[in-house]
């Protein structure tokens, strides 16, 4: 799985988001602001106007029998005064006859319960008088008299304009210290930012500063922790990539020096072929020049293979095949070529075997495997091809085996072992480049997995592949 990257600048990232979470956390500070506000306002709005339906119902009388309402200025005044001359009210008997005040204002709503914040037999609602909204209180006077025994109903109205100016009123500081203080917060996120993110501009001058030949790890004294880490991983890459310099540079100075040799042979043969005038001569001369041709071609074609298979060993590994399939089929396109060396080509397979791997790979390193069996078997040897469970490939030849000192060695690169049972004094190398194993291990650790020589039963050599992410049946 590849890791993404957002694109955009994390300050600006980290801006937006602080900016956002300030934003819905003054949000959620204004809505508690305004519904505390509204409440203390009702309440407060509230109060006088069960005051003032108190101070009515204590001013109710009766006379004769009958119920009369004296109303002093000093009830009336203090109120007029406190809703700025838009109050009303309306007092009501036992039949629901208006005894004083209006007798048109709003009634409480059907079945409306009684308050709980005072203990009074009241009940506050809204309504609309006089083309404006209204708010009300409707309270409950019991009257005991000789002559008069009945609950009456007082009520009392208030223009809402009051308690919108109350509103405002508590609101309006409120309000505006909440928004000076998202606004400090926000400039205060911001240059912590800028702050936290100093270290990160100052590895990137350090990084951008150096030549790309100076891989030094980078300074670690002083660094934050959570700069640490990224310090510490960019001077892994750089040591990695320091490594893999360093190879390239040899493998080049390697190839350099293995193309030279048979390079100057070449032209060698040529001046000598020049100098000889003769049929026969020049016959030789070209036979030995077409030799050194095919050597030089597989030199080139191995340096070639192994540049490639280095470049692209994060090939992805990620699509399931026939492993078992795959071989046999490899196996029936070298059956010709064996035969025309004298040597005989087997396959064995017990049961089916699948992996994760890249087809082309696994061809490549077969022909490497395959290819090196059937050059150093003797005309008439046997080369047998296995697929075992436990995801391993076998490729086993009777030829005449490995030193065991030599079998590690033969997989660096233009290295040439001999063969153990050869006495010749120009024995020949296992690889006639010196490259065919090493490109092999490099495809195994493209295909995760191991590659190892052993002494076959026979003399000869066995080598082993085992992969690591074989796909159970």
């Known amino acids: 799985m590849k890791a993404s990257l957002s694109q955009g600048s994390l300050r600006g990232r980290l801006t937006r988001r602080i900016g ?11 809505a508690g602001a ?49 809703s700025g001359g838009s109050a009303f009210y309306q007092v009501i008997d036992a039949e629901g006859r208006t005894v004083a005040g209006f007798d048109d204002l709003p009634a409480p709503p059907d079945g409306m319960p009684m308050t709980r914040r005072y203990p009074s037999l009241a009940r506050f609602y809204d309504g609309s008088y006089g083309h404006r909204e209204v708010r009300l209180v409707s309270l409950l ?26 509103l405002h009123e508590l609101l309006g500081n409120t309000l505006l210290r909440l928004l000076l203080f998202a606004v400090a917060a926000f400039g205060l996120f911001v240059f912590a930012i800028d702050a936290a ?16 030949h100076h891989l030094e790890p980078l300074p ?4 934050q922790r959570e700069v640490l880490g990224l310090i510490v991983a960019i001077n892994h890459l750089n040591q990695r ?11 080049i100075a390697d190839a350099a020096h293995e193309l030279r040799t048979p390079l100057f042979a070449l032209r060698a043969r ?16 070209l036979t030995d020049v077409h030799q050194d041709l095919e050597g030089l071609t597989l030199l080139a074609n191995r340096l070639l293979s192994l540049a490639r298979v280095e470049n692209d060993i994060q090939r992805c590994t990620d699509t399931t095949l026939d492993l078992t399939e795959a071989t046999r089929e490899f196996c029936m396109s070298m059956v010709s070529l064996a035969w025309q060396r004298e040597l005989t080509l087997a396959f064995e397979a017990p049961e089916t075997v699948q992996v994760r791997g890249d087809m082309s790979l696994i061809n490549e390193l077969l022909a490497i495997l395959i290819g090196n069996a059937q050059a150093y078997t003797p005309a008439g040897g046997n080369i047998v091809v296995r697929v075992l469970p436990g995801a391993v490939i076998e490729v086993e030849d009777d030829g005449p085996g490995i030193q065991e000192d030599e079998r590690e060695k033969v997989f660096e690169r233009f290295y040439r072992g ?5 006495q010749r004094d120009d024995a020949r190398a296992i690889s006639g480049t010196g490259l065919g194993l090493a490109i092999a291990r490099q495809i195994c650790i493209a295909l995760d997995a191991t590659i190892s020589l052993h002494p076959a039963p026979g003399g000869g050599t066995l080598a082993r592949v085992t992969f690591r992410n074989d796909v159970e049946r």
């Open 197 to 212: 993110l100093k270290p990160l501009k100052r590895i990137a001058d350090m990084v951008a500063s150096r030549s790309p």
């Open 220 to 223: 670690t004294d002083n660094v």
């Open 141 to 166: 006077v019991p009257v005991s008299q000789p002559d008069y025994q009945a609950m009456i109903e007082v009520r009392v109205a208030e223009h809402r304009d009051i308690h919108a100016q109350l």
């Open 241 to 251: 990539l320091d490594e893999t310099l360093k190879t390239q540079r040899a493998f």
């Open 20 to 30: 956002a979470a300030l934003l819905l956390l003054t949000g959620i500070a204004v």
């Open 418 to 422: 001999r063969h153990t049972s050869d």
């Open 34 to 82: 305004v519904y505390d506000a509204s409440r203390i306002a009702s309440q407060a709005y509230d109060r006088p106007l069960l005051i003032a339906a108190r101070m009515l119902g204590e001013s109710v009388h009766v006379e004769d029998g009958r119920l009369g309402v004296h109303i002093s200025r000093a009830i009336l005044d203090p109120f007029s005064l406190d």
């Open 270 to 285: 040529l001046e000598l072929g020049m100098r000889d005038t003769s049929q026969a001569g020049l016959q030789a001369t």
